[in-house]
Nanobody, 123 residues
Framework: QVHLDESGGGLVQFGGSLRLSCAAS????????MGWFRQAPGKERELVAT????????YGLDSVKGRFTISRDNAKNTVYLQMNSLKPEDTAVYYC????????????????WGQGTQVTVSS
């Protein structure tokens, strides 16, 4: 029974910070590439960042580079997304995702999705 439990979303002012957490259960965490996606109303779900089982990180959006940092704690089966200098355009539902034994993660190859956590940035 695989479950990805996201937390840490909320309402933040322009320029503020949030840290999202995704706790995974029911899977062998160290064999999965983990990712964060986001989806704003009326828009496609887009890749924010991924991190593989050895800690290699990539960022899918140029707009978040230098502001967002993805990390993982394999001992806690948890992946994080530290978000700094938040902007209104970052407002979206953020989804945790897991893909087994794949370095590339996309919406079409995700094995497991979290339920999402809302991030709202006010201006």
């Amino acid at each position: 029974q695989v479950h990805l439990d996201e937390s840490g979303g909320g309402l933040v002012q322009f320029g503020g910070s949030l840290r999202l957490s995704c706790a995974a259960s029911g899977l062998t965490f160290t064999t999965y590439t983990m990712g964060w996606f986001r989806q704003a109303p009326g828009k496609e779900r887009e890749l924010v960042a991924t991190i593989n089982w050895s800690g290699g990180a990539t960022y899918g959006l140029d707009s978040v580079k230098g502001r967002f940092t993805i990390s993982r704690d394999n001992a806690k089966n948890t992946v994080y997304l530290q978000m700094n200098s938040l902007k209104p355009e970052d407002t979206a539902v953020y989804y945790c995702a897991a893909r087994r034994r794949f370095l590339v993660i996309t919406p079409s190859n995700v094995d497991y999705w979290g339920q999402g956590t809302q991030v709202t940035v006010s201006s």
